[in-house]
């Protein structure tokens, strides 16, 4: 390469602004990963997992110890209430806020979560949706009031099979919000989605850990195992007159609600934790593979490894 050809490529890889967007299953190592890239790149990480946000959920959310918090900046951990109504929308606002701001010291900054669609909006931005007439949203309550969940989920499964298997379908208001869609629209929810990519003034990597299924699932029982020897029980009592509140109806949580009501044993809601969360992982992978340009990582690759291979395509891009 020509002197000043070297001298371009080395002064493109200072200028190129790179979110580097750590994706994959719950339990998979994605927090630790982060902490490294961070470290190595001397930038700070913003996370994308729409439970960690709340300050109330810390063993059920397995939110970052004070010592990994400590180990590099981390940006929306445990800043709001769980009565605070915070969506995707004002997320999207906050975390563009924050990230102009820190590329203006930063050529990197470290992206990390488990909650698809609190990733999308940072690097893609918010879909748009038809108006939806009130009555629909109405009818549809009305239905999960009189009829239960299951109901809704066999309709959305019906009229739009990619959103049955993409979205929180264990979530009463993500399940009414695709229907409503479906049903005002005529087409289904997941058409809508990826019409609207917004224009950002960063270079996105997308960094993906995987494994084999049996691991995964393996990791998240043990999780849950860990969860509970560290006292999740405590933290749901302690929310217990809180939830019948969104933030709440998570799992780990609602499992919990219902032993504390008598609906359940203790060994059967954690029975049910550990499903719902093999579930959840489920999920969470249709959703990430839905992305080709992902660089993929199995959970135990070296992190000599994915820096090697990161700053290869920063310096190609």
């Not at 190592?29 to 729409?50: M, N, R």
């Amino acid at each position: 390469m020509a002197p000043n050809s070297a001298l371009n490529a080395v002064a493109n890889y200072i200028m190129t602004k790179v979110l580097l967007s750590v994706v994959g299953p719950t339990a998979i190592g994605k927090t630790a990963l982060s902490i490294q890239l961070a470290q190595h790149f001397k930038t700070e990480i913003i996370s994308a997992d729409s439970r960690q946000f709340y300050k109330e959920l810390q063993i059920g959310t397995a939110a970052p110890t004070p010592i990994e918090l400590s180990s590099a900046p981390h940006h929306f951990i445990k800043h709001i209430s769980v009565e605070t109504h915070y969506n995707v929308g004002a997320f999207e606002n906050d975390a563009i806020n924050v990230l102009t701001e820190l590329f203006k010291t930063n050529n990197v900054v470290v992206m990390v979560g488990g909650s698809g669609l609190y990733v999308k909006v940072v690097t893609h931005g918010l879909d748009q949706f038809p108006e939806v007439d009130p009555s629909i949203r109405e009818a549809l309550n009305e239905r999960f009031q009189v009829k239960g969940l299951q109901r809704l989920q066999e309709q959305l499964k019906e009229l739009d099979p990619l959103s049955y298997q993409t979205i929180a379908i264990d979530n009463p208001h993500r399940v009414i919000r695709a229907l409503e869609i479906c049903i005002a629209s005529g087409h289904p929810y997941s058409s809508f989605l990826d019409n609207n990519i917004a224009t950002r003034d960063f270079k996105t990597l997308t960094i993906g850990l995987t494994a084999e299924r049996s691991i995964i699932y393996d990791r998240i029982n043990r999780r849950v195992d860990q969860m509970m020897t560290e006292g999740l029980l405590n933290e749901v009592k302690s929310l217990k007159s809180k939830q019948h509140l969104n933030a709440l109806n998570t799992v780990g949580y609602k499992e919990l609600f219902n032993y504390l009501d008598g609906e359940w044993d203790l060994e059967f809601a954690v029975s049910e934790i550990k499903k719902n969360t093999r579930r959840f992982a489920k999920r969470q992978l249709t959703w990430f593979k839905k992305n080709d340009s992902t660089l993929w990582f199995n959970w135990d690759t070296k992190i000599s490894d994915i820096i090697a291979r990161i700053e290869r395509d920063i310096k190609t891009s």
